[in-house]
């Protein structure tokens, strides 16, 4: 399985944005990049997924690298509502049926 | 729609005992997904099934695990019997088709 790379952990303060990276060198041509997110006592959920272009949605923007081998998550303005385990996953759609998570990043709002 | 339904959401029991977790998934959903989740082993799939059959149970810790659907909208995950090392949140999720997956709030259990 293609694998992913992120920090452990992140701060940052509210009210400003929030770039999250990942790394995926050894991505292949039919991996989409997925992110989820763990809030605090919850199961995860879904915040965005691309394959080669940026993609924008009401959560968040991905911004993908040209040759594919890293991406950002981007929160444009962070709340406290959105520290949470941020994790980055490669799935070769349709092919993929299951999701296998990594650690994450723990990110941490400060007021 | 109501979204992934797990029950019980707390279990607390003793060492030998028989626990059964459930899960009603969303309706519509043609995959369900059992995962465990600890501070050490982080987010682990234990189980999958599409259609009401099992795909994949490679991540089923040992014998005294066993996971069943009898149709599409119930899932059981037993322990027999539990042990310390089984405490953990227990989340079920289910997708239509290898779409999204959405996550139930988990049931934590605490085998003392």
């Known amino acids: 399985d293609a694998k992913t790379t992120q920090p452990n952990s992140m701060e940052s303060n509210e009210e400003e944005p929030v770039h999250l990276p990942c790394n995926h060198s050894t991505i292949s041509g039919t991996d989409y990049i997925h992110w989820y997110r763990q809030l605090p006592s919850q199961g995860p959920e879904y915040v965005i997924h691309g394959l080669t272009s940026n993609v924008n949605n009401r959560m968040a923007s991905l911004a993908i690298a040209e040759d594919r081998k890293s991406s950002t998550l981007i929160l444009h303005r962070a709340t406290l509502r959105d520290a949470a385990v941020y994790y980055c996953i490669l799935r070769d759609l349709p092919r993929d049926d299951k999701i296998i998570f990594g650690k994450g990043t723990r990110l941490h709002i400060l007021p | 729609d109501a979204g992934v339904i797990q029950s019980p959401r707390h279990e607390v029991t003793e060492m030998g005992q028989e626990v059964t977790l459930r899960c009603k998934p969303i309706s519509g959903h043609d995959y369900l997904f059992w995962y465990r989740q600890t501070m050490m082993r982080g987010l682990e799939l234990l189980i999958y099934f599409n259609n009401n059959v099992p795909i994949d149970d490679s991540g089923m810790p040992e014998d005294r695990f066993s996971a069943k659907m009898p149709n599409a909208s119930f899932s059981t995950l037993k322990i027999q019997p539990s042990e310390p090392r089984d405490s953990a949140v227990y989340f079920c999720?289910?997708?239509?088709?290898?779409?999204?997956?959405?996550f139930g709030p988990g049931t934590r259990l605490t085998v003392l």
């Open positions: 999720a289910s997708s239509l088709l290898v779409d999204t997956q959405y």
